[in-house]
């Protein structure tokens, strides 16, 4: 059977969503033996941001929070992510059935949370965010959909 476009499209984008997250564990990693709170000093005064400010200090104490078994965990976790997403992008670029499933349900799982959010605070990403697991979600179900039709037909 071929491949419907759009999941297509979701097997690509869980795979680019693999690598960014791959590199950012690397980027973790690249941090171990350095001064992470020296360095968010650095590119916050590289971007002309106050340091004394509400979101400056924020990210200037998360980085002065970040130990080296912390940074080790936080990469593990991104490898582990990353493993995820492109364990799905190859079973959806491969038509499995089972990774249109896990694609329909990690997708779903995230849409009350962006109702809540939404309901909250209307802000572009959170409807950008909306309407793309929202699309997802659909482009998978219809797939999943057209086989059990034609699974149903090649039965009788």
Do not use: C
């Amino acid at each position: 059977m071929r491949l419907p476009d759009g999941v297509r499209a979701v097997a690509v984008l869980e795979a680019a969503k693999g690598i960014l997250v791959l590199l950012a564990g690397f980027g973790l990693l690249s941090l171990i033996h350095h001064n992470a709170q020296q360095l968010a000093a650095q590119v916050l005064g590289h971007l002309h941001l106050n340091p004394a400010n509400r979101y400056p200090r924020i990210f200037i104490d998360a980085a002065a929070a970040l130990t080296e078994p912390r940074l080790k965990l936080l990469a593990i976790g991104a490898a582990t992510y990353a493993l995820v997403r492109f364990v799905e992008a190859y079973g959806l670029w491969r038509s499995r059935r089972w990774a249109e499933w896990f694609a329909a349900i990690s997708r779903a799982i995230y849409i009350p949370f962006e109702l809540y959010e939404l309901r909250h605070h209307v802000g572009w990403l959170t409807v950008a965010a909306l309407f793309l697991n929202v699309l997802v979600v659909a482009l998978v179900a219809r797939a999943l959909l057209r086989e059990d039709r034609s699974a149903r037909k090649g039965a009788v």
